[in-house]
């Protein structure tokens, strides 16, 4: 593929971030007390267009460029959809007339515009295959169907339900190396870096850059942000990893994981795979 197909492609891109932008503001407009989150991510996306739309600017000027500043680009794309898919979770647990359909649409065209942008960036951001875990248990499991939140830190994979999330955030790691984080200068809370904690090393795709994932482990039926959340460090995540799952058995976790003695919650996974749910008050404590 020729750079001015490429520079033509990112210009497209960046009018269908654009768009998303409006559509997803209608939506907060539409959801009104609960659209702050959704005010949120479409405040991202116009950034995020614009930032697009500059670098194809500047690309059309750079007979050498490598494409290389599209794999961060392609990065907060998909971070975008997951945030967005986060507030479409939170709105629905409170709103029971709210009707995410039509967004959800947006959000899946926006994933594989991330995956599109992955692809000319000529690296591949994810390099785990992300497969959705399926509980070895069925016949102990409850019938009840859940949202959940794969993940991992220092490379071990953890989940937690997909309601404790609130959002993703994509940044310096300068603005994560003190105790406190401030979240778009309005929003202290605490850090919680396990990879120090536990002597682990973050898997990133910029070394300069971090992954943060803002949780609030004691989630109640509200909307907003609320005492008790915490700015976690986390490995870069996959696309995907928000999945549906039926609420597994818990079983005693592996002897030697890092967290067996932080973990509030362990189901196997077919694979003989463990997913972990840290007990973030433990942790926090031990800290």
């Known amino acids: 593929m020729t750079n001015e197909k490429k520079i033509w492609l990112c210009e497209q891109y960046a009018q269908k971030i654009w768009v998303f932008s409006l559509n997803i503001g209608q939506e907060a407009a539409r959801v009104g007390n609960y659209g702050k989150g959704f005010a949120v991510v479409a405040s991202e996306a116009r950034r995020l267009a614009e930032n697009l739309f500059e670098y194809s600017a500047k690309a059309k000027f750079d007979n050498n460029d490598e494409f290389k500043e599209i794999v961060n680009l392609a990065f907060e794309t998909g971070l975008l959809s997951i945030n967005a898919m986060i507030e479409i979770l939170h709105v629905s647990y409170v709103d029971d007339n709210f009707n995410g359909n039509s967004i959800s649409v947006c959000i899946e065209d926006l994933r594989r515009l991330a995956l599109e942008l992955n692809e000319l960036g000529g690296k591949k951001l994810w390099q785990r295959p992300f497969v959705i875990p399926e509980i070895t248990t069925p016949i102990k ?7 959940f939140f794969k993940f991992s830190i220092g490379d071990n994979t953890l989940v937690e339900n997909a309601l404790n999330i609130k959002e993703i955030w994509f940044g310096s790691k300068s603005d994560t190396s003190g105790k406190m984080f401030n979240l778009r200068g309005y929003h202290d809370m605490p850090i919680i870096d396990c990879a120090k904690q536990f002597n682990l090393k ?7 850059l971090q992954t943060v994932m803002i949780i609030n482990p004691n989630y109640q039926k509200y909307h907003g942000y609320r005492d008790g959340e915490y700015a976690l460090l986390i490995d870069d995540l996959d696309v995907n990893t928000i999945f549906q799952s039926r609420i597994g058995y818990d079983v005693p976790p592996k002897i030697g994981h890092v967290f067996a003695e932080y973990s509030r919650e362990c189901w196997d996974t077919i694979g003989n795979e463990q997913l972990i749910f840290p007990d973030w008050q433990k942790i926090i404590n031990n800290m």
Do not use: A, G, I, Q
């Not at 499991?141 to 949202?147: A, E, T, W």
């Open 141 to 147: 499991s409850s019938r009840k169907v859940d949202c």
């Open 202 to 208: 973050y898997t990133s795709l910029n070394n300069d």
